[in-house]
């Protein structure tokens, strides 16, 4: 694979993007103050960016001139789109195992791990379970549910409550 050094105004963001990612923005902008640019934006023969939409963002935020650049030449116009949705999808799949996380999460004494979007090691459960408290991301995150009745909507309200969340109804 051959990498280059191109301008970053010579590359070009993908306008069709299903993936909104600015809330990655700030965290990988200190990553790559902290670690330097590791992973290629990968852009087709035309410098539309496929891969790396986020450090793409980052770099420009960081007012970088140039940016290490993999052009895929070798794919057709539907492997561009099929690994531009690929390359999402796949990081979506993984999960975290809870205890070596917290593991390795403690053992970082240097760096502010908040800056690459972890709010703190405190959020991991010790249970068996190896999932978050509940209630941990709820100021984070919302939660649509449309229920097709108001015995469903009744249930849905009940196992939220019991896991200490407030839930509230909404009519639409």
Known sequence: MQIKLRDINSIFPYEGNPRINDNA????????REFGFRQPIVVDADCVII????RYKAAVKLGLQKVPVHVATDLSPEQIKAYRIADNKTAELAEWDFDKLKAELEELVDFDMT????????????????TPKAGTFKEKFSVVV????????RIVYELLAEHG???????L
Not at 51 to 54: F, I, K, L, N
């Open 115 to 130: 800056l690459f979007g972890f709010d703190d090691a405190e959020y991991m459960s010790n249970d068996e379970e190896h």
């Open 25 to 32: 923005v700030d965290a990988v902008t200190a990553s790559l």
């Open 146 to 153: 449309d229920c097709t009745d108001e015995e469903q909507q």
């Open 165 to 171: 969340y407030e839930p509230r109804i909404i009519s």
């Open 51 to 54: 891969v790396g939409h986020v």
